[in-house]
């Protein structure tokens, strides 16, 4: 009977610091890309410009310029978690932004629009892919491809009103 209570108090503490959190969605379809609590802060060394701003109803989140291709510049976030998929094989050969981390595009499941790219640690001599190595990844996210459900919410009760 304890433990049932124990259970339910994890459950509403679960739940209650859930609705805390901002969901970020694929601007084009509205599907979940990922949470403002795994938005991180780690840098890029080649980032053009790095700046902090309140997004995703999160406070000081920092926001990198990066250039793809020499004439594309992306303004990304960084999470560690987003349930996009990576795209074709890893890009091993030349480096993207982050030195050690080999990478692909990734794309919303459900409408395939670019949302981001996924890195994954990488070492070309080996030990990857090891049953014991714990996988070291992250998302750089493309924030115009980015929607929060907060500020579509607040739009939403807004025109309601
Ligand atoms: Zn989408």
């Known amino acids: 009977m304890f433990s049932i209570f124990i259970f339910i108090c994890v459950f509403i503490i679960n739940t209650s610091s859930l609705q ?14 990922s949470l403002s609590n795994a938005i991180s802060e780690k840098r890029s060394l080649l980032s053009l410009k790095t700046f ?48 050690g981390y080999r990478w692909r595009p990734c794309l919303c499941p459900d409408c395939g629009v670019l ?4 890195f994954e640690k990488y070492n070309p001599l080996g030990s990857n892919n ?3 190595e714990v996988r070291d990844q992250f998302y750089a996210l493309i924030l ?17 009103e």
């Open 20 to 33: 805390l959190n901002d969901v970020i969605l694929c601007r084009t379809c509205g599907n979940t890309i």
């Open 52 to 99: 902090n701003d309140t997004l995703f109803s999160s406070e000081n989140v920092i926001v990198q310029i990066l250039t793809k291709d020499v004439i594309f510049n992306f303004p990304i976030i960084i999470t560690n978690y987003s349930n996009c998929i990576g795209l074709g094989e890893w890009e091993e050969d030349e480096e993207l932004w982050f030195t």
């Open 115 to 118: 949302v981001g790219w996924l």
């Open 130 to 132: 090891s049953f014991h």
């Open 144 to 160: 115009p491809n980015l929607v929060s459900q907060r500020f579509l919410d607040s739009i939403i009760i807004g025109l309601h």
